[in-house]
Every structure is written in C-alpha cells, then in structure tokens.
C-alpha cells in the first residue's frame, strides 16, 4: 500500500510540474509552511485557481486540507475529493466551521487548511472572515499564499500570528495583497473589509 502511495505522489508530482510548465506558472516560496497553519490564498477569480495551487501543494508536498461545497461529494467524486483533501461544507446549514477546525487543529500534529476567503470566483465586496477567526482560537499563523497572473507566480510570501486586533490585522493582509492580479480583473476587490 505504502509503495502504491509513493507512485501515486511521484506521478501527481511529475504531472503538476508539467502542468507549470505547459501554462508557464512557478513556484515562489519566501516563508517556510508550518506543520500547523491557516494558508489563504487570493486572489480568487478564476476556476483555474484550484488546479495552479493543487498543482502547487503537490510539487512541496504540503498535505493541506481545504473547503469545498458538500453537492459535490457524490459517490465516487467524493471519495476522490476526500483523498484530495477535501473537507464538505454545508451552506444550507448552520455550522459552527470555525469551532470544528479549531478542534482539529487541538488534536492534530500536523494539519493546514488551506482557504481562499473570497469564497466565490466572483466578485465580493467583502472577504469571509472565518480564517481569521480559526487562526486566532487554533493559536496558529496564516500564511498568505499569492497566485498572481501578471507574473505566472504561486507560492507564500509571509506567514504571521493574528493578534486579535481584527482591523489591524485585516489592513496588513489587505496591503500584502494590493499589487497581485487574478486571472479575471474585475473579480478581485482589493478591499477585503
């Protein structure tokens, strides 16, 4: 079973690579990925986002976990989805998300979610915030992750400890992503609150 996986990551390693190159992307990394963090990604505006940062995480091997909308986890989709690290929200319901990742984060070593806090690939007028609200009660960093079209670059490019200050924060975040640009212009708002 063990050497079924070490195929399977080899051969998804290889086809990721060749996915970057075939579109022209490269990876950039200025910060190192912590065994336990929030990872947000931005911005979001086009459905080619998902498959430049799988891509991404498989070339450094980075196990991260991320949302995605519960009707897609039909039978075998799902499966699949699970094994790629999908986690199923259910939007028609009230969760308490934020709670539940904090416990995983409480009894987990290792585990990193990672988010686009956009939500949509459509334009928003605010970002969701509930990464923020996970990495405070985790007690864990968000890493700021850019896929940027005007440079064919994916990768982190600073990691920080949320201080509680919601406003403070939100601001920094919002001016580490000012000068990056998504696939779709017109979708991005750079003001995240």
């Known amino acids: 079973m063990l050497f079924l996986c070490s195929k399977l ?48 995480w498989y070339l450094n091997d980075v196990d991260a976990k991320y949302f995605i909308k519960s009707e897609l986890f039909l039978p075998f989709l799902g499966e699949l989805i699970k094994l790629n690290g999908g986690i199923p929200v ?32 459509k334009k928003v007028d605010k970002w969701k915030t509930g990464f923020y609200h996970i990495a405070l009660k985790a007690n864990v960093p968000i890493v700021l992750l850019k896929l940027d079209y005007s440079t064919k670059e994916v990768g982190v490019f ?26 779709n212009l017109k979708n991005y708002n750079k003001k995240i609150f």
């Not at 319901?93 to 070593?109: I, L, R, T, W």
Request: aromatic share 16%.
């Open 90 to 121: 259910y939007r028609k319901s009230k969760n308490n998300v934020v709670d539940q990742m904090v416990n995983y984060f409480n009894n987990n070593k290792n585990f990193i979610l990672g988010m686009s806090p956009e939500g949509t690939r």
């Open 9 to 56: 990551v080899i051969m998804l390693k290889f086809l990721s690579a060749l996915v970057f190159k075939i579109l022209g992307w490269s990876a950039v990394n200025h910060c190192q990925i912590p065994d336990k963090c929030v990872i947000i990604a931005a911005p979001h505006t086009s459905n080619w986002d998902f498959l430049i940062g799988r891509c991404y």
């Open 158 to 183: 600073n990691l920080f400890f949320p201080t509680g200050n919601f406003d403070k924060d939100m601001l920094f975040i919002q001016n580490k992503y000012e000068n990056f640009k998504g696939k």
